[in-house]
T-cell receptor, first 117, second 112 residues
Framework: GAVVSQHPSWVICKSGTSVKIECRSL??????MFWYRQFPKQSLMLMAT?????????EQGVEKDKFLINHASLTLSTLTVTSAHPEDSSFYIC?????????????FGEGSRLTVL | QKEVEQDPGPLSVPEGAIVSLNCTYS??????FMWYRQYSRKGPELLMY????GNKEDGRFTAQVDKSSKYISLFIRDSQPSDSATYLC????????????FGTGTQLKVEL
């Protein structure tokens, strides 16, 4: 199946710093990628839809200036958590759809666990 | 009321048992249904994908969709300890901008 790679898988940072998380589709092209956030024992909450070559679409309640998304190519989207605070500590997961498959299947990355001290 | 309801469990079964996992939904616009398996601290892995009412089988897994009742199920036959994980149902609509709506996930433990 299609592979989506996320990096880093685990990061610890100090409060006030910024953290960048990368999401790559390794063997397919994705015009659209999705960023989710997951708290312990809770389901995935969609944060934003990342569109290649255009601005991301954010879900209601998600601060676009805090969670910067860049989708510079068909295989890479990045999420930058700016001025991170302890409440931003969470599991961030990206997903992507193979633009050539024509189905609704989404492939997920392994996730990135962010801990803000 | 949430759009997708899923019993969070935990569900504990003996090895070899048949497991039934279920979700109900309220949005009749949902047309695509998926089941994901998520191991602890990992991203979700797609198990089954269906878009019509009825059954779809893949190995030990069977996905069932009943659109009239707005009810979907995942059956796992001959369950194994390696099946221990959280199972998430997800669904989307044709006009939903490709967004998935997830259930809360059911935690399954298969014991030896």
């Amino acid at each position: 199946g299609a592979v989506v790679s996320q990096h880093p898988s685990w990061v610890i940072c100090k409060s006030g710093t910024s953290v960048k998380i990368e999401c790559r589709s390794l063997d397919f092209q994705a015009t659209t990628m999705f960023w989710y956030r997951q708290f312990p024992k809770q389901s995935l909450m969609l944060m934003a839809t990342s569109n290649e070559g255009s601005k991301a679409t954010y879900e209601q309640g998600v601060e676009k200036d805090k969670f910067l998304i860049n989708h510079a190519s068909l295989t890479l989207s990045t999420l930058t958590v700016t001025s991170a605070h302890p409440e931003d500590s969470s599991f961030y997961i990206c997903s992507a759809r193979d633009r050539l498959l024509g189905t609704g299947e989404l492939f997920f990355g392994e996730g990135s666990r962010l801990t803000v001290l | 009321q949430k759009e997708v309801e899923q019993d969070p469990g935990p569900l504990s079964v003996p090895e070899g048992a048949i497991v039934s996992l279920n979700c109900t939904y309220s949005n009749s616009a949902f047309q695509y249904f998926m089941w994901y398996r998520q191991y602890s601290r990992k991203g979700p892995e797609l198990l089954m994908y269906t878009y019509s009412s009825g059954n779809k089988e893949d190995g030990r897994f069977t996905a069932q969709v009943d659109k009239s009742s707005k009810y979907i199920s995942l059956f796992i036959r001959d369950s194994q300890p390696s099946d221990s994980a959280t199972y998430l149902c997800a669904m989307s609509s044709p006009g939903g901008g490709n967004k998935l709506t997830f259930g809360t996930g059911t935690q399954l433990k298969v014991e030896l």
